[in-house]
């Protein structure tokens, strides 16, 4: 079986996994080159950023590239305008062009198409372990050949309806969403000093069953802290694990494994790689 | 290898066993949306599942989780078995609820699409709009053939909600009575709602259905209306064929996707000539009996493929003699005889150009 390489790039760079001082404005609506990228919303304008930091120059159809992106709340935000607008107004003063983008998949299908990914563009899972599923997802599309390159475009934003969400679910909890513009990318022709082995997510034994939901316990937190960085005080929501992995593989460079684990309430996501010494060119 | 176990279904016809005898005899069932889908609502025929408790504030869930836990239950699936969901558009209504909730209890510990959870076991979820059901049945048959689980649950759901009625209203996309798939008097799709569930194994049990074949296409090329030449199905459908290892000529029959869009079923049908050179098998689509069921629409579709196979009868699209259809290959009025145990192809594609497509054959 071919070996999986990975590379990464960064929509946004990542500033100790978080960049606090990101605005998502007019200019990086712009910047992102998704069209009525202010429709489909801030993560979606990140998620663009990412896919095509990663994408080559020549973005024309390749019937062998896909893409997947992390899912969650990210047309929340649109669809309550959208019915918003429906009662306040009536239905016959809708926009209709904002139908599409209340999907969750609207996103990742519109980015798809400006990457040329023939093969998929959608998203995947909706917790902080959405990113341990994109890796496994992705991996299977290549194992079982269906796609020569995947493009894993993980993003976080915080928008309002999110905020209202998150403080319902838990008035106490005082951390912010942060940001997050990453891209992975998995290929079995790529070179490269990186490998993904193995990424999945089960369910955690009963005893690691704690009372919080939806909280990382081992992840972001934990691996900056053994880095002496300390926690972290933002929320990556379902890009969780693509900033822990970021960060741990950012922090390794000598060859060898090098495993991530995160845990939520009632599972857990895991992720294998392995850097390995690129021989002399 | 993996094989279909069991299926379990709920449509606007019923049960599985009671969809399936309307298909063959090519029914329709429509009602208007009137207080269905509440406050704001357009006036449309839909095919709706009958006695579906529709009140969103009573519990902070709604029915498309009611409709999933109904047809989880009668699925009957091992206790251990892995499960995967996918849905399209009901969890914006959910939401809205919880925002209007936000006093009780419950809503507050509930996020988003953790109410589609079934327990608190972990369940994939992939979303790709109409063709949702397909794809997180593909996920379900590599994990299967990667060793991971033993049984899998695939489960699609969706539901009428404000925002698909006004939503497709507003885009001129629906026929103002049932959808007429392929057909010259084809004006547009009708919206259904439902669940289906499938349970598969890495062994066979009984008469089971084997899933030969999975393959993804996308279009990339417009966030609602397919490529011209449907691209992405005619990417799905040779990458199915490939890891079946069949010949566009070993299949009997195809479930298309068909929604009765005049743009949607020119560009699938295309797809479909070109891969088989002219020369299809004969095509059907049930969107016309049962609604157009968004991300649930795919497992239907494989649901239909997979007893086409068993029983060697392919459903019509019934056209209550009012028009022909657009190409010979397509199925009308009356079921098909097929062989039995042959073949047969199912087709999902959804908003964004993402189409899977499954080989399926009974045993």
Known sequence: MKEISVGITYGIAPNRGTSTDVLIDADTYRRCGLKHASAYGPQAALAALAATSAAPADRSFRPRRALLTNGGPWSMDTALAFLHSAHARGPQYVNPLQFPMTLVSAAPSSIAAMIGAGVCGVAIGHDELAFFEMLRHGAQLLRHGLADEVFLAAAVAPSPALKRILHAADPNAAQEVGHCSICFVLGTALVGSLILEESMVLDSEPEWRGASMHRSEIGVDGILRMAGKGPEPHRFLSASGAVACQHALAGSTVPGAIGIICKTRSKVGAALFRRQQLPPS | ?363
């Open chain 2, 1 to 363: 290898m993996t094989f279909i176990l069991n299926i379990a279904a709920c449509t606007c016809h019923g049960d599985w066993p009671t969809t399936w005898k309307s298909f063959l005899a090519g029914k329709s069932v429509l009602v208007n949306t009137g207080s269905l889908v509440g406050q704001g609502a357009v006036s449309i025929p839909v095919a709706a599942v009958a006695n579906l408790d529709r009140v969103l504030s009573a519990d902070a869930t709604g029915p498309a989780v009611r409709l999933a836990r109904k047809v989880a239950e009668a699925l009957g699936a091992p206790r251990d078995a892995a499960w995967y969901i996918g849905s399209n558009h009901g969890e914006a209504e959910l939401v809205r609820a919880l925002l209007r909730e936000l006093t009780k209890p419950e809503a507050q510990a509930v996020l988003y699409d953790e109410i589609l959870s079934l327990d608190e076991g972990h369940a994939f979820r992939l979303y790709s709009a109409c063709a949702s059901g397909l794809s997180v049945l593909a996920a379900a048959v590599f994990d299967l053939d990667d060793g991971l689980h033993d049984y899998a649950a695939v489960l699609a759901v969706d539901a009428l909600s404000a925002i698909e009625t006004i939503g497709f209203a507003r885009s001129g996309a629906l026929s103002g009575d049932r959808a007429w798939p392929f057909l010259n008097s084809r004006a547009g799709l009708t919206i259904g709602e439902g669940a289906v569930a499938v349970s598969l194994g890495r062994t066979a049990a009984g008469a089971s259905t084997e899933v030969l074949g999975i393959g993804l296409g996308c279009d990339a090329h417009h966030p609602t209306d397919p490529h011209p030449d449907g691209r992405g199905t005619g990417l799905a459908i040779q990458a199915a064929l490939t890891q079946a290892g069949l010949a566009p000529s070993d299949v009997a029959a195809i479930v298309a996707h068909g929604t009765g869009t005049s743009k949607g079923d020119e560009a699938e049908l295309r797809a479909i000539t070109n891969v088989w050179c002219g020369d299809p098998p004969p095509v059907t689509s049930v969107k016309g009996c049962a609604g157009h069921l968004m991300g649930a629409a795919g497992l239907l579709n494989l649901a239909v493929a997979h007893e086409s196979s068993r029983t060697g009868l392919l459903p019509p699209i019934n056209s209550a003699g009012t028009a022909a259809a657009i190409a010979p290959c397509v199925v009308v009025d009356q079921p098909m005889l097929i062989a039995p145990g042959a073949p047969v192809l199912a087709i999902a594609s959804g908003f964004g150009g993402n189409t899977v497509a499954v080989v399926v054959a009974a045993r």
